[in-house]
């Protein structure tokens, strides 16, 4: 079995934050790719990341929440919006964890790339907040919009 699939295994095993902290093995195997205020982001491999709710204040899930719910909506809807955001693959019903596509990061400069509509709706664009995947520019972290 892959790490991706222990990792996704032992998260449902252990569905709330407190006893996620630490996950276990699972986490201990993959590289953390990023600390922001509310969460902890692992590499589980090549394709793919986990974001890990650091603490059960509401900040922390919300984040998450707001990451998913922004998603699903957007791809549900057919915006146009969906196409610029980092696609969610998997999540818990409580948004203490959510894995995304894996992109990678790139520089200030390419924050520009995405088209001014998609600009206005996302605030708190930055050089940590952007990636490309598949050769497209995405939004990887759009939690705190």
């Avoid at 057919?78 to 693959?89: H, M, N, Q, S």
């Avoid at 924050?111 to 930055?126: A, K, M």
């Avoid at 952007?130 to 919009?145: K, M, N």
Wanted: with cysteine; glycine share 6%; aromatic share 8%.
């Amino acid at each position: 079995m892959s790490l991706y699939h222990d990792a996704y295994r032992e998260i449902h095993e252990h569905p709330t934050p407190l006893t996620m902290t630490p996950i276990g093995t699972a986490t201990a195997e993959c590289r953390r790719a990023g600390t922001g205020l509310y969460r902890t982001v692992y590499a589980l491999d090549a394709n793919h990341v986990l974001k890990l709710a650091t603490n059960a204040f509401d900040l922390s899930i919300q984040s998450n929440k707001r990451e998913v719910t922004q998603w699903y909506e957007a791809v549900v809807t057919g915006d146009e919006l969906a196409a610029w955001l980092c696609p969610i693959v998997a999540w818990a019903e409580d948004y203490t964890w959510l894995i995304m596509r894996r992109a990678t990061g790139i520089t200030e400069h390419n924050c520009y790339e995405l088209p001014e509509p998609v600009r206005n709706r996302l605030l708190d664009l930055h050089s940590g907040n952007i990636g490309v995947l598949d050769g497209h520019v995405v939004v990887i972290d759009y939690g705190g919009c």
